[in-house]
């Protein structure tokens, strides 16, 4: 059983969608027994960076997620869901994040691309990780940011370009994240959450 976390974010529905699709049994909660008793845990998300955290304090959840990680609990943030798992963002400087990871979150570059990045983008794998079994190199997934990682090196298992080097996704031992969104990355999209769904 996958638990999605319920902080109000928006892209909970089409989480709770694609993992339907994949046959598996999903349970939308913020009750903290529950979210300790799934098998894996997914921590959607949409939005602004401080609204977000304020939302998962004001439903007591911070140390919910913590002891999810610290449990050993498979754990996958997507999009914004990635952002939160870090210190700090630019977005909202005066608001702390998770701390679960080590990482920035920065504005993309104003260049000459359009801010937020909304559309599809092809990945790099500059390492093995587990999401990405069976998805070659080059893959499309869709992005929509307009802050990205910039992670520890070691912890990196995909990056795009959008006018800089953006890191896609991250792995540490039970806790995966991907700043675009699997659950609208059509079939490609569909075998990561497959393969989250089989990590042990």
């Not at 439903?59 to 997507?78: A, C, D, M, R, W």
């Not at 909304?118 to 499309?140: T, V």
């Not at 039970?174 to 042990?200: D, T, W, Y």
Request: glycine content about 8%.
């Amino acid at each position: 059983m996958t638990t999605v976390i319920d902080y109000d974010a928006g892209n909970i529905k089409s989480v709770e969608k694609a993992l339907d699709f994949l046959g598996e049994s999903v349970v939308v909660t913020r009750d903290k027994q529950t979210i300790l008793q799934a098998d894996r845990v997914i921590l959607p998300g949409v939005g602004a960076f401080g609204d977000a955290m304020e939302k998962i304090r004001r439903y007591h959840l911070e140390s919910v997620l913590k002891e999810v990680v610290q449990n050993g609990t498979p754990f996958l943030g997507i999009c914004l869901g990635l952002q939160l798992l870090f210190d700090s963002s630019e977005e909202t400087p005066n608001a702390k994040g998770l701390g679960i990871l080590k990482g920035k979150i920065v504005h993309i570059p104003d260049a000459k691309l359009k801010v937020p990045q909304i559309g599809w983008n092809s990945l790099h794998f500059p390492k093995n990780g587990r999401l990405f079994e069976g998805i070659s190199e080059n893959a499309f997934v869709y992005f929509v940011h307009s802050y990205y990682l910039q992670a520890e090196e070691d912890i990196v298992t995909a990056t795009t370009e959008y006018g800089v080097e953006i890191h896609a996704s991250v792995e540490k031992g039970n806790v995966f994240a991907c700043q675009f969104h699997p659950e609208k990355s059509s079939k490609v999209g569909l075998r990561m959450l497959e393969n989250f769904i089989r990590v042990n």
